[in-house]
């Protein structure tokens, strides 16, 4: 594994801005054909990070390979190799899909075979052959954003580093978005990913967790799941306002969050805290049902790991 | 409602906070702006390039020649022996005015009846400065022409005295240009960024796709409106204070008549140019549509302040069109506030 | 450079105007519009201006003087008034620009060559119309003295010819009648092509706040070919209206054109190039439009407009701004169009300041990529 060098290999990437560090003191390593996620709360560094390894940003210390450049020193020879897909990427509105396509295709020197067949399997891949001709600002978002990432797509980059690229889809398009990444994975693109979403970063071969600049976890997701201290308790009470208030300062219990009406608490031990809770809820009156241990999700795993930091 | 429209305008002062700068800059651009401009221009014509063939070379024709040179209109750079030197010169735009002395000028002076021809050829290719050259050297040739005929007919000052009418200026008594442009103008820069101001303010908001938020918020149009005005004016206000006291300070232009008066009348002038502003804003799609727009106005605008020409000079249908432009009574309210002192009666010593 | 980007850039610039009709009219339109109407104000010929006039003497002689001054177009007569405060008060509100006071003993001073017995009043808040006033009443006035000089020094048994002065015989070329708007409507044309430099002030910073100039960053292109691109459409929009603008010049305000019409277009694509090169560079400065404008109208507009030697003639400006002038592209361009229109010269005469402009736009051009950097801060 070791012996293919990585595609992007990062020591000490710092950035500062006037108030703040925004990316500390960055190690990582991604090997070609990686599908990695970078999630963490607002403001944890992950635009930065992805917007210095596309060489938008300068850096303030430390160094970067990026598909085998140096960053500091040659950030533009890194570019033909990268697509990269900003938060907010916005296409030219008053530009056709197709002319919004066409057009960075010719910014990637696209030769003009390869040109009309990127077009059209791209947007036969996002689904807008039907929607060449209509203006960018007539689209959905979901359409707007598949039509984001096809321009980034299409000189075909080895390296793709995306921004949070699901945010505000419907759920539809965003299975149909993870379709097309998927298929870029298997055929041997790494991807980059940054997002909110904890489901996404379930489908990723690793996760990076991002936290106030630093890089605190880094590993495959299953891993880090089971890394998580506690376990999950699902129950249903009748009253859950009630059974939340009550329940949230029992000693072992480390945190609750609502689903609709059920609460998933983590518990230190279910054999411990379980009858402990079903004697509170029993005490008050509050009946329940469909209790059962579930497993860490990514979310749990994630939001103790923080609660873990800053303490 | 009060409450409403003090939290919007304190949103837009917040706005206003974070993008601090650009209020600031047209604020200080304008009044440095103002500063060059009115340095550079209220000036009078002076240093015009002036070439001299003098094919008497005799004292008389020095004496003129120095005569037009301590006018302070001219440079003389060269004198030259031919009239091609001249010719090139005025084709390519390098002299504004050529004075070209007969031989026999001096002989023709000393006789008792000689009338030298002079001939002198204006570069027409620059009115402005032309207009100024020949005046200048009419006036010249004027005093020593009557120079000339005192001692020919043998009398003295006196007699000949007051053959120009008595002139008196009243309000500007120097002729100084800066009285009469930087009036016109803190007009104009005002007028600009009152418009700008007002147009983009909501124009921004539409174009960036924040409007929308807005109007679904539960203010009324009016509030929205008022919301936004106040900073607008404020920011007129202070630029209309800080023009002023340049034009004052560094101009000399006075402040004769009452401020009280002054600062009503621009009240409503801003509130006016607000006005148009946001009817821009409202036809406006884009910032790019609603500056070249605010463009068209202020120009219109401008030709009404009589900047360039006077309005009385106009077509009778642009007569009536200006009274209907806030800028030209405005330039009025100016000038007669300001020079003139009006309203209130003002003692002969402030008349020159 | 690769022409390639430069084109896909270009095109895609052309295309965004083009869909946006009413920034579209504007664009092309703009700087005809704005000639048309500063030529219209500056081709007003003065006339009528308002005075009053306070004849103390009311004689034969008086009455006369005042109705050969109010003969013509040139000066209208507000009123006719009995005492010094009216006049005080007419010219405090603005009503007459000049007044015109006959002393009571005109005529007896008149006749005995003891002086001209009149006084002017003008307005100093308006001296163009004053010095108007003042130079047709001292005309008129001055007919009547020479009738009288006349009669006395024929009397005195002097000879006429004795008395007078320097003959001045003044030719002016180029512009015979000295009207202002044979050399201002040129220079208005050098002050109003420049507006497309506006426009692309904003283009870079309209990137900016959309959010697409990000993405724009993250490719290959290059800084010179990204801001040339953008230059190009306003480059054409711009020869427009050097094609049009001169046509609205001379038939409707009949300036005259002598020169060569191929040499004015080829010079005015240079400037262009040169004033659109300034336009670049404070797009490149601004991160918002709202202050690309701001910058713009003080350095492009307005400069352009009062430092250009159009209005005010740059030998009398003080050394630090004729410095200024000469930086500014607007400034060698008046001097391109006065000299086409007025005097036709040629490109012998006018090559310095093609030169020039190129120089200029060159200059530009490198600094705005210089400074123009493919990062995000």
């Known amino acids: ?311 | 409602m009060l409450k409403r429209i003090w939290a919007l305008v304190r949103k837009e002062f917040t706005h206003l906070r974070h993008d601090w700068w650009l209020p600031a800059f047209m604020l200080i651009g304008g009044a440095m702006e103002l500063l060059l401009i009115g340095w550079a221009t209220s000036r009078p014509i002076t240093n015009l390039p002036l070439m001299v063939l003098d094919h008497d070379r005799s004292p008389g024709s020095r004496e003129l020649v120095a005569a037009l040179e301590n006018t302070n209109t001219f440079r003389i750079d060269e004198h030259v022996s031919d009239m091609a030197a001249i010719e090139s010169a005025i084709e390519r735009g390098e002299i504004n005015a050529a004075v070209i002395i007969p031989p026999d000028y001096f002989d023709m002076i000393n006789t008792s009846s000689g009338t030298p021809t002079l001939v002198v050829i204006l570069n027409g290719a620059e009115s402005i400065p032309a207009t100024e050259a020949m005046r200048t050297i009419e006036g010249v040739t004027r005093e020593i022409g009557e120079r000339i005929v005192l001692e020919r007919l043998n009398l003295n000052q006196d007699q000949l005295a007051g053959f120009n009418p008595s002139l008196r200026v009243w309000f500007n008594a120097t002729l100084s240009e800066a009285l009469y442009t930087t009036p016109a103008e803190l007009g104009l820069m005002l007028e600009f960024t009152i418009l700008l101001f007002a147009a983009l303010s909501f124009t921004r908001e539409r174009e960036l796709g924040t409007l929308e938020q807005l109007l679904v918020m539960p203010f009324t149009s009016l509030e929205i409106v008022l919301g936004k005005s106040i900073p607008v004016i404020l920011v007129g206000f202070i630029d209309f204070i800080l023009l002023l006291g340049i034009t004052n300070l560094a101009f000399g232009v006075p402040v004769r008549g009452p401020v009280p008066l002054l600062l009503v009348l621009i009240f409503i002038y801003i509130l006016v140019e607000l006005g148009k502003g946001f009817v821009i804003s409202i036809i406006s799609r884009t910032q790019h549509q609603a500056f070249l727009l605010v463009l068209i106005v202020g120009m219109i605008d401008f030709m009404f302040t009589g900047y360039a020409a006077p309005v009385e000079s106009m077509p009778e249908v642009l007569q009536v069109i200006a009274n209907a432009v806030p800028a030209h009574h405005m330039l009025a309210i100016l000038r007669g506030i300001l020079l003139k002192g009006s309203y209130g009666k003002g003692d002969p010593e402030h008349h020159g | 450079m690769s022409f390639r980007h430069l084109r896909a850039v270009t095109r895609k610039e052309i295309f965004h105007i083009l869909r946006d009709r009413m920034t579209l009219v504007l664009v092309l339109f703009t700087p005809t519009i704005l000639l048309f109407i500063m030529a219209y104000a500056i081709t007003v010929d003065i006339r009528q201006v308002p005075i009053a006039i306070l004849d103390y003497e009311r004689s034969a002689i008086s009455r006369s003087l005042i109705q050969q001054i109010t003969a013509g177009d040139d000066l209208e007569l507000f009123s006719q008034v009995d005492s010094f405060d009216e006049i005080e008060h007419l010219l405090i509100q603005g009503e007459i620009k000049a007044a015109l006071i006959i002393d009571p003993n005109f005529s007896s001073d008149l006749f005995s060559l003891r002086g001209l017995p009149i006084q002017i009043i003008i307005d100093g808040t308006e001296p163009q119309s004053g010095a108007y006033a003042v130079d047709h009443i001292a005309l008129r006035a001055e007919e009547l003295i020479n009738i009288q000089l006349t009669r006395q020094i024929q009397a005195l048994g002097l000879d006429l010819d004795s008395i007078q002065p320097i003959d001045l015989r003044i030719r002016t070329w180029f512009n015979p009648s000295l009207k202002p708007r044979v050399d201002l409507v040129p220079g208005l044309i050098s002050m109003v092509l420049g507006l497309p430099a506006l426009s692309v002030a904003l283009t870079l910073s309209h990137e900016r706040e959309h959010g697409t100039l990000e993405q724009l960053l993250a490719t290959p292109i290059s800084r010179v070919d990204l801001l040339f691109g953008k230059m190009i459409p306003y480059i054409f929009f711009g020869l427009l209206n050097v094609i049009l603008i001169p046509l609205v010049a001379i038939a409707w305000f009949r300036i005259p054109f002598n020169g060569n019409f191929l040499l004015y277009f080829a010079l005015s694509t240079i400037f262009l190039f040169a004033i659109l090169g300034l336009g670049t560079i404070v797009g490149v400065f601004m991160r918002t439009q709202a202050a690309a404008l701001a910058l713009s109208f003080l350095v492009i507009f307005f400069p352009g407009f009062f430092l250009t030697g159009i209005f005010f003639p740059i030998a009398s400006m003080p050394e630090i701004a004729r410095l200024e002038a000469l930086a500014l592209p607007g400034t060698h361009y008046a001097i391109i169009t006065r000299g086409v229109f007025l005097p036709g010269v040629g490109l012998d005469i006018l090559w310095p300041y093609g030169v020039m402009l190129l120089g200029l736009g060159m200059a530009f051009i490198a600094i705005a990529a210089l400074f123009f950097r493919k990062k995000l801060a």
């Not at chain 1, 600002?137 to 000189?155: E, R, V």
Request: aromatic share 6%.
């Open chain 1, 1 to 311: 594994m070791n012996s293919i060098s990585p595609i992007i290999l990062t020591q000490g990437l710092s950035r500062d801005f006037k108030s703040n560090r925004a990316v500390d003191r960055l190690d990582i390593s991604i090997q070609p054909g990686e599908l990695f996620g970078i999630v963490g709360p607002d403001g944890a560094g992950k635009t930065t990070t992805l917007r210095l390894l596309a060489g938008l940003l300068d850096i303030s210390d430390g160094s970067a390979q990026v598909v085998g450049f140096n960053l500091k020193k040659n950030p533009e020879s890194v570019k033909p190799k990268v697509g990269y897909m900003a938060q907010e990427f916005s296409l030219y509105a008053e530009l056709s899909v197709l002319e919004n396509l066409t057009f960075f295709a010719e910014l990637y020197d696209l030769d003009k075979n390869q040109m009309r067949e990127r077009r059209d399997s791209l947007l036969e891949f996002a689904g807008l052959t039907e929607f060449k001709q209509r203006r960018a600002d007539k689209l959905s978002g979901g359409m707007q954003k598949k039509l984001s990432l096809a321009c980034t797509l299409i000189h075909n980059p080895p390296l793709l580093l995306l921004d949070e690229p699901t945010t505000g889809v419907d759920p539809i398009s965003r299975r149909e978005f993870w379709n097309i990444l998927t298929d870029l994975h298997l055929h041997g693109t790494t991807i980059l990913i940054s997002t909110p979403y904890m489901d996404e970063a379930d489908r990723c071969t690793r996760v990076g967790l991002m936290y106030q600049g630093r890089l605190v976890e880094c590993a495959p997701p299953h891993e880090i799941r089971a890394n998580l201290k506690g376990e999950l308790v699902e129950i249903t009470p009748s009253d859950w306002k009630q059974a939340l208030q009550l329940l949230e300062d029992l000693p072992g219990i480390i945190a609750i969050q609502t689903y609709g009406e059920s609460l998933h608490i983590l518990v230190n031990s279910v054999d411990e805290q379980l009858p402990e809770i079903k004697n509170v809820l029993h005490k008050h009156d509050i009946k329940y049902q469909n209790v059962r241990q579930t497993s860490a999700r990514m979310e749990e795993a994630f939001i103790s790991l923080i609660r873990q930091i800053e303490a």
